[in-house]
């Protein structure tokens, strides 16, 4: 399996490729981009090519060496990420890494390290990475993912080469669905919509779910109309059982919110997420103006952003749907 053969990214391939054929490959690189786009496959695919045993600037697929790296037991080839029960890659992780780096290389020709996602690396881990970044290890190689900059140290961000990963088009991820997953062509392009080009959520094992909590989440919805506060509270109570579905929730709304952006400027349907809630999309459209769903998309981007730090989750839904429910 080629480069070519990846599901899209090909600018960001070949970028790579060029890197690989000239023998200039750079030692710390950060890819960056939407949850599920393709980063730490990308990622892989660079340490197979480093690896492979039968190709150059690329990998076959099925070679010892490529076949160990699939299998995640390649020697030198190590996937950095929070150990089982911990929400952080710990200092000592990092320092452990730093160790095995300054081996010579056992069987391939680099030792390589992923770090997904670098954003988990506490401060003090991350200081602890940059005597690396500064002065890496011979035939060493680093690849941070990560889906932004704002959790990581500019020192660190300063030594790495950068590599952004935009979400990929809805037809290419449908495409996709259909000649791979056998899905119905109707029921790929809904799925490729509301997954925003994110061909790891389009194939994730929760997405059936989520397709049903779609349709209620908009119904509940529309149904809280003008000084309808008790109904938010319930639904905010609701909401707040769990913190992933909470945040599966706010990611949610983010969209359902762009989608009435959308809608409300072009009056037009083309590039919406949530295709199959076209009805609830154009009664929630007589509600609220440009400037209110502006804000309103503002709101439900900082109430993700304060639950993600831990704060009371019932509390930042309950602010969020009533001031839903005063704009209207």
Known sequence: MPFSEIVGHQQQLETLRQSLARNRLHHAWLFVGPEGVGK???????????????????????CVSCAQVRNGHHPDVRLLEPLPGKKEISIQQVRELERELNFHPFSGRKK??????ATLMNFSAQNALLKTLEEPPRDSLLILISTGTGGLLPTLLSRCLRLSFAPLRVELVASFLVAQKGIKREEAEILAAMTMGSLGKAT?????????????????LCSLGQGNYRGGLILAEELAGTREECLEFLEWLEGWYRDLLVYCATDSLQGICNLDLERDIKNQAKVYD???ILFLLAQAVKARARVQRNVNRRMALEHLLTEAIRTD
Do not use: H, N, Y
């Open 204 to 220: 994730s094992l929760e997405i059936e779910d989520l397709v049903g909590k779609r349709k209620m989440w908009a119904e509940r």
């Open 290 to 292: 440009l400037e209110q």
């Open 112 to 117: 390589i390290a992923i770090l997904d996602p």
């Open 40 to 62: 730490r496959t990308v990622a892989f695919s660079l340490a197979l090519a480093v690896q492979c045993l039968e190709r150059v600037g690329d990998f076959c697929g099925s």
